[in-house]
T-cell receptor, first 113, second 109 residues
Framework: SQTIHQWPATLVQPVGSPLSLECTVEGTSNPNLYWYRQAAGRGLQLLFYSVGIGQISSEVPQNLSASRPQDRQFILSSKKLLLSDSGFYLC????????????FGSGTRLTVV | KNEVEQSPQNLTAQEGEFITINCSYSVGISALHWLQQHPGGGIVSLFMLSSGKKKHGRLIATINIQEKHSSLHITASHPRDSAVYICAVRSMSNYQLIWGAGTKLIIKP
């Protein structure tokens, strides 16, 4: 069966520090991968999506970047965190080729202090 | 106007009440998701619908494609149902998810 792992669950980081959040998928090949962010009191916003290794599309300009070094690995990074980067980050995958169904990770709550 | 609108934004009810949360959308979709987000932030996928009705335990989700409307119902509500319920639609044009703002549900004992 397909599963998705996202870690860590919570993270407190100082302003200016780097960030690396990792998401891995098991039980499927060539998934579409997504990073979403939910700022306090707001809905989820798509940050990045990837349809293949090394292929990253950015939806909004950010202090963040994403990479897909392996087929089932999606990493969200920042070189220097800002206070405004605080929020809830969610990884998800869907079948390639337009198939139905999203599966969501458990999320990471990031607090930048 | 947002492409996905949920109502109500907030809902407080007594334990045992029948709960209805609504989702309306204005774009062509290939599927609609209902998700639950607990206070700690974790998100659980409840249903994915493309037509008709689905039931899982005390939860029922319906969708009317012609009216571009979906409802999530909770029967015999319980305090543990307290969470934010989110509707998201999968755009037919680019397969991306468009998210509603969520409905915060509080069930009082």
């Amino acid at each position: 069966s397909q599963t998705i792992h996202q870690w860590p669950a919570t993270l407190v980081q100082p302003v200016g520090s780097p960030l690396s959040l990792e998401c891995t998928v098991e039980g499927t090949s060539n998934p579409n991968l997504y990073w979403y962010r939910q700022a306090a009191g707001r809905g989820l916003q798509l940050l990045f999506y990837s349809v293949g290794i090394g292929q990253i599309s950015s939806e909004v300009p950010q202090n963040l970047s994403a990479s897909r070094p392996q087929d089932r690995q999606f990493i969200l990074s920042s070189k220097k965190l800002l206070l405004s980067d605080s929020g809830f980050y969610l990884c998800a995958w869907s079948p390639s080729g337009g198939g139905y169904g999203y599966t969501f990770g458990s999320g990471t709550r990031l607090t930048v202090v | 106007k947002n492409e996905v609108e949920q109502s109500p934004q907030n809902l407080t009810a007594q334990e045992g009440e029948f709960i209805t949360i609504n989702c309306s959308y204005s774009v062509g979709i290939s599927a609609l998701h209902w998700l639950q987000q607990h206070p700690g932030g974790g998100i659980v996928s409840l249903f994915m619908l493309s037509s008709g009705k689905k039931k899982h335990g005390r939860l029922i989700a319906t969708i009317n494609i012609q009216e571009k409307h979906s409802s999530l119902h909770i029967t015999a509500s319980h305090p543990r149902d307290s969470a934010v319920y989110i509707c998201a639609v999968r755009s037919m044009s680019n397969y991306q998810l468009i998210w509603g703002a969520g409905t915060k549900l509080i069930i009082k004992p």
